[in-house]
């Protein structure tokens, strides 16, 4: 009878490290780690370590539109984001692409 075969597994975390994050959005890290501490952005710990989904960059260029499109602060834009999450659902709900009411012509 053969030593069973040892098989080593490495796991790579999925998502872009802080640095390779900040630099894609062009945002000093700690401005990042700002923005995850308010809750405007997602970031998955990895012990001192953040990890980030690439779709966050989409996240971090709306925050900065308004930002400095409207002058929000960082509270604003928390209820701003929210709003607007609101609002893609309901009009991604079928039940809600009919419309009960019609215009008299």
Known sequence: MSAPTRRYVIVRQAGLRLDEF?????????LVRR??????LDGARE???L???P???AVVARIQRL???LGLNYAAIGLV???LDRIEEL??????????WTPAS
């Open 22 to 30: 900040s630099r894609r959005c062009g945002l000093h890290p700690s």
């Open 35 to 40: 923005l995850v501490a308010l809750g405007l």
């Open 47 to 49: 012990g001192t370590d």
């Open 51 to 53: 990890r980030f989904e």
């Open 55 to 57: 779709s966050a960059v």
């Open 67 to 69: 930002r400095s499109g």
């Open 81 to 83: 984001l929210d709003l």
């Open 91 to 100: 009009e991604a709900d079928p039940r809600r692409r009919t419309s009960r």
